[in-house]
Each structure stands twice: as C-alpha cells, then as structure tokens.
C-alpha cells in the first residue's frame, strides 16, 4: 500500500541535543512537507520541498533543518537551537504540478517529540 | 493572500443531532478545497474534496459545497455518531496548502 511512514513515533530528547525525525514516502510525489503541531492547535508548516535538492522554509522554521536528496525521503531535524520543541510533527506529500498542488495533502501518523 | 477561517470550537451534540462547522476562505485564482479528520493522537485524513465552484464533496455522510459567491466550504452532516468525535480542519491549496485553525467535535450518547 502507498503511503507515508514516519519514525519514530515517540521520541525524548534531553535538552540540547539534536534530534532528527524521518518521513518517506513511497506516492511518487514530488511535494514534502513538515508541519508542528501543538496542543489544541492548528498546523504550522516549518519546511517544505517541491523538489529533490531543493526546500524553502515556512512560517516557522527557526531551529529546524531538512534535507531533500531523494524523491521519498524529507528526514527534519530538531535542532538545539529550537526554545519550544515540544510538540506533535506531521509529514505529508501531495503531487504538484507547474508549482500548484494537483491534489490532496496526504498525512503520515505523525511524531510525537517530548523534551525532558 | 490566501487563507481558510474557520468556526472556533469545541462544538459538542448529541448523537443524531445536525452537525454544521463554517469555513470561509481568501484566495488568489481558483483554489481547491477540503476538508480534513483528525482523531486523537493520529496524523489528518482527507475525509472530503471540491475542486471547482459549485462542485459538493461528500464522504461517510459529510457534506460540503464549493460556494464561490460566497467564499465558503461549510461542512454538514444530518445526523452525528459518537464515533465522528474528532477535530476538523478546513484547507485550501495553491502553491502551498492552507489551514484553518481546526473545530474540536465531541459528541455524546
């Protein structure tokens, strides 16, 4: 079946440490995306990428950092420069087409990040 | 610019009550709009679409219809069951995808 898997699930990190999370995706779609989620909140995009080699930063994407060297994999990066990294992250995919999405946003189950 | 505003929760019912939850829009050109699901704990799901004006999206007995005059994709559904306790979000797409602020639905036996 096609979808997007991220890993892990959980995760704690200890105050200052980098953490990375992973997505891939295996729709053969060029778009990626990253969005923070907090308690009782809406989605905030940090990184996304249209296509491999390149990504342009959201609206909050200070003390994150991303990569895009293959189609299906969007790895984030938790940095220790982030003040608040406590929170539920969510990587998804869409097909794009001339730059404009062509379709829905598909979801992976998301990453739940505590830091102790 | 593009944006989604949507109805502030929670919203709680009673199951078998009529379920609306608003959603209007600002956009540039002709976007596409949807509606997602997200039960506890768990990433979105698509739960409906439209992709041009007047269009109607359905799915699992949720309603919404692409209203251009009126910038809005409001979503309904006749008659709730607990199991659609869950938090809503209304989204649009252009370049990026755009998202209201997500309605919290509880409903109870």
């Known amino acids: 079946d096609g979808g997007i898997t991220q890993s892990p699930k959980y995760l704690f990190r200890k105050e200052g440490q980098n953490v990375t999370l992973s997505c891939e995706q295996n729709?053969?779609?060029?778009?990626m995306y990253w969005y923070r989620q907090d308690p009782g909140q809406g989605l905030r995009l940090i990184y996304y990428s249209q296509i491999v080699n390149d990504f342009q930063k959201g609206d909050i994407a200070e003390g994150y950092s991303v990569s895009r060297e293959k189609k299906e994999s969007f790895p984030l990066t938790v940095t220790s420069a982030q003040k608040n990294p406590t929170a539920f992250y969510l990587c998804a995919s869409s097909r794009t087409s001339g730059g404009i999405n062509t379709g829905e946003l598909f979801f992976g189950e998301g990453s739940r990040l505590t830091v102790l | 610019g593009n944006s989604v505003t949507q109805m502030e929760g929670p919203v709680t019912l009673s199951e078998e009550a009529f379920l609306t939850i608003n959603c209007t829009y600002t956009?540039?050109?002709?976007?596409?709009l949807f509606w997602y699901v997200q039960y506890p704990g768990e990433g979105l799901q698509l739960l409906l679409k439209a992709t041009k004006a007047d269009d109607k999206g359905s799915n699992k007995g949720f309603e919404a219809t692409y209203r251009k005059e009126t910038t809005s994709f409001h979503l309904e559904k006749g008659s709730v069951q607990v199991s659609d306790s869950a938090v809503y979000f209304c989204a649009l797409s252009r370049d990026q995808f755009y998202f209201g602020t997500g309605t919290s639905l509880t409903v109870i036996p």
């Open positions: 956009a540039t050109g002709y976007p596409s």
């Open positions: 729709l053969n779609h060029d778009a």
